[in-house]
Structures are given as structure tokens and as C-alpha cells.
Nanobody, 124 residues
Framework: QVQLVESGGGLVQPGGSLRLSCAASGRGFRIDAMGWYRQAPGKERELVAAITNSGTTNYKDPMKGRFTISRDNAKNTVYLQMNSLKPEDTAVYYC??????????????????WGQGTQVTVSS
């Protein structure tokens, strides 16, 4: 199994910044793409940003220019730097990792691993 542990959420004023971190741990796993999703009350979970092993990034349009995703492959950690935060960014942010496990013979089919979520509240 793979565990994802997020940190860095909290309360921030509009225009402020936060940095989220997510570290993956376990045995016999490998991670392909990693990403951040968020879910606001009454809304569906949505992609915020994603990054591949080679560093290719993808952002949902409202986050472009304000959010930056990065990762440290050696540490199996992904980060989300959030600047110019707005009240509409308020949500629970979830870390996601596309993961495969070593079966002893080969790598398994990939599957999604999720963190427990961290609350981000943007309010004055």
C-alpha cells in the first residue's frame, strides 16, 4: 500500500499564499503522475494541477499563473505553491498519485492513491 500525507493547509487572507506538501510512503511502489485536486462544499472534486515524472505540468485554467506544482522524485513528494489566493479557492485539497505496486514478478496495473485532504480557507 501507499500512504499519502498532506500538510500546509490553513486560513489565509485574500491575496495571500500557502504551500501544500504531500509525501508518499510505503514499500515496493512507484509513482507516475502526481497531482492536487480540491472539493468545495456542495461541489464535485476537481483537478487543480498535475505533474508527470518528467516534470510536465497541467493546470486548470483558473489556477494558471497563480499556482505552481512541483515534485521531488527522490522524496516522492509533490508541492503546490498557491499565490494570490481568492475566497473561491476555499476547499479541501487532496493529493493524488498514480501508483503501481511491485508484485514480485512485475508491476501491477496503476491505480489512484489519495491523501486524507487538507483544508484551505481564504477569508478576511
Amino acid at each position: 500500500q501507499v500512504q499519502l500525507v498532506e500538510s500546509g493547509g490553513g486560513l489565509v487572507q485574500p491575496g495571500g499564499s500557502l504551500r501544500l506538501s504531500c509525501a508518499a510512503s510505503g514499500r515496493g511502489f512507484r509513482i507516475d503522475a502526481m497531482g492536487w485536486y480540491r472539493q468545495a462544499p456542495g461541489k464535485e472534486r476537481e483537478l487543480v494541477a498535475a505533474i508527470t515524472n518528467s516534470g510536465t505540468t497541467n493546470y486548470k485554467d483558473p489556477m494558471k499563473g497563480r499556482f505552481t506544482i512541483s515534485r521531488d522524485n527522490a522524496k516522492n513528494t509533490v508541492y503546490l505553491q498557491m499565490n494570490s489566493l481568492k475566497p473561491e479557492d476555499t476547499a479541501v485539497y487532496y493529493c493524488n498519485a498514480r501508483t503501481s505496486l511491485w508484485t514480485g514478478i512485475s508491476w501491477s496495473m496503476s491505480f489512484d492513491s489519495w491523501g486524507q485532504g487538507t483544508q484551505v480557507t481564504v477569508s478576511s
